[in-house]
């Protein structure tokens, strides 16, 4: 059971491993924002200790995200919690080590621009599974993942636990044929998967007062700056507090229309066919959106990441 005393609202919360995992290797996929630091509030609140905190930086987060770093690690001593290990893409033969540098090399958008999700995979999911591999650890190891209870989220979840539950189909099939899991495969092999804020029925709403509480300051919202999911009104945001950002970002934009490959479907970054670049008149992120729709362009509602 966990008190708020911000408002004395009471959380129900009934925590137990699981069933084959008697002393499980608690790890955090942490994000830095909103959803996963109030799982990790509510972690020490019910005396779970996480023993590795994990947040893979792509080198393209905003300022603000960086600076949170140094904040969260000073409240993890204070719980006797591990603090946040920092990891990053490592290649084989590519120039580049961070996704704008990707996107840059290539000419090129990334891949959520065009509805795809590897930016995410590669530059996040893969460098942590691969960190978390390389500890060769003997025991079962337990993830909690910072998904909340909105329906955004629960449909992320059942997603991923439609792919995780194929991939564990495949790990038997190869056991079947006395072969080792796939790389792609270790993950969903060794790992269950908890998600705390779903188990409460918490939405994002309520998470601001559990961060506060805990006398944290709320993080910024934890994304790339360029990020195509970002909404009109943020974009504007972003130009006004970091015109060096948003510059970068629409230098990204122009290599990739007038680069090699060009764009055959997209204006530009912003995700239902508009540039970022057209709203660099626009000094009002709340007439952002109708900018944009004056200029014709379609303004989907941001995906988040």
Same mark, same amino acid.
């Given at each position: ?14 925590? *137990? ?9 608690? !790890?955090? +996929? ?53 603090? !946040? ?14 996704? *704008? ?28 599974? %691969? ?10 190891? *337990? ?19 439609? !792919? ?5 189909? %495949? ?61 009109? +009104?943020? !974009? ?61 362009? %379609? ?7």
């Amino acid at each position: 059971m966990l008190q708020d005393n911000s408002d004395q609202t009471t959380l129900d919360f009934d925590y *137990e491993p699981e069933a084959d995992a008697a002393d499980p290797f608690r !790890v955090v +996929s942490y994000g830095m924002g909103l959803d996963s630091t109030a799982m990790l509030v509510l972690m020490a609140r019910a005396g779970i200790r996480p023993d590795l905190i994990i947040f893979s930086d792509t080198g393209g987060e905003t300022p603000e995200t960086y600076a949170y770093l140094d904040v969260i690690n000073a409240w993890l001593r204070e719980q006797g919690f591990p603090t !946040v290990t920092v990891v990053q893409y490592e290649p084989t033969r590519a120039p580049y080590t961070t996704l *704008e540098g990707k996107c840059i090399e290539n000419q090129t958008l990334p891949s959520l621009a065009f509805g795809g999700h590897s930016c995410a995979l590669v530059f996040k999911r893969d460098v942590m599974v %691969k960190y978390l591999k390389g500890l060769n650890i003997e025991g079962p190891i *337990e993830k909690f993942i910072g998904y909340d209870d909105s329906k955004a989220d629960r449909r992320r979840r059942a997603k991923s636990d439609r !792919v995780t539950d194929k991939l564990r189909l %495949k790990v038997v099939a190869r056991a079947e044929q006395g072969r080792a899991p796939l790389a792609d495969q270790w993950e969903a092999n060794r790992c269950s998967f908890r998600y705390l804020l779903q188990e409460q029925g918490l939405e994002r709403p309520a998470l601001a007062a559990i961060i506060e509480a805990a006398g944290l300051p709320v993080p910024d919202k934890s994304a790339c700056f360029f990020c195509p999911a970002t909404k009109p +009104s943020e !974009v504007v945001a972003l130009k006004l507090k970091h015109p060096d950002l948003y510059e970068r970002a629409v230098a990204m934009e122009r290599g990739a229309r007038d680069g090699r490959h060009g764009l055959q479907t997209k204006a530009g970054l912003g995700m239902g066919g508009w540039a970022w670049e057209w709203l660099r008149d626009c000094d009002d992120p709340s007439a952002a959106a109708d900018f944009l729709k004056a200029r014709g362009a %379609k303004v989907a509602a941001g995906a988040r990441p």
